[in-house]
């Protein structure tokens, strides 16, 4: 099971927002961080620190430019709006459609289960006008029902543009199961027939590797 956390404030003195994933166990764990200019990230394998952005990284030496001989002249491939055109009939088809709705039934499936499981928070803001300021209240006006009431918004239709608030997301999700679909939609065999249609060909009908 892969866990993560989002959590962050914003205001006139500081701004600090954060982000932890780690699975069950603490086999690995990642996390990164935002002040207001820098942004640092840190893994860990076990107790173990295998990554951490923070620490100045080594210097390279600069390499010596090698010349080359001769250099053979490149393919010229097609454009995506030649390759498009080429398989017109196989993009319109009726396999093609039907992979294309099993394709996004398994992206929703992926997206839904990854989706946070909890979110709080609350926000003043002002976007500079009034329009715009009732603009984005009603798109959130959309969204609050899935909020649970857990979000509150607080609009300031007077002032200049400015933001402040805190927040906290937190999710969990089974990696097993997110890779299972994924590869279900690769190993598609009317995706790898598209991929393989879809690939560039040069200008005199050779594949390119």
């Given at each position: ?49 295998v990554h951490d ?39 319109l088809s009726d ?115």
């Amino acid at each position: 099971m892969i866990i993560y956390r989002i959590k962050g404030i914003k205001n006139d003195e500081i701004t600090d927002v954060s982000a932890k994933v780690f699975s069950l166990l603490r086999l690995f764990t990642f996390t990164v961080s935002f002040d207001g200019k820098d942004v640092l990230t840190k893994a860990y394998i076990l107790f173990f620190k295998v990554h951490d952005s923070s620490k100045p990284k080594k210097k390279e030496e600069p390499k010596e430019e090698t010349q080359t001989e001769s250099e053979e002249p490149e393919e010229e491939k097609e454009s995506m709006i030649e390759i498009l055109k080429r398989n017109k009939d196989l993009l319109l088809s009726d396999e093609t459609k039907a992979l294309l709705e099993r394709t996004l039934n398994k992206l929703k499936r992926i997206i839904k289960h990854i989706l946070p499981k909890k979110i709080t928070g609350e926000a003043h803001y002002s976007a500079g006008s009034p329009d715009n300021t009732g603009y984005i209240m009603g798109l959130f006006g959309m969204l609050y029902p899935s909020f649970n009431g857990n979000v509150k918004l607080y609009p300031d239709f007077d002032s200049d543009a400015f933001f402040e608030g805190k927040g906290l997301i937190k999710g969990r999700f089974f990696l097993l199961a997110v890779l299972i679909l994924a590869l279900r939609i690769a190993l598609d065999k009317q995706m790898r027939k598209l991929f393989s249609a879809l690939k560039g060909r040069t200008k005199d009908g050779r594949h390119t590797t």
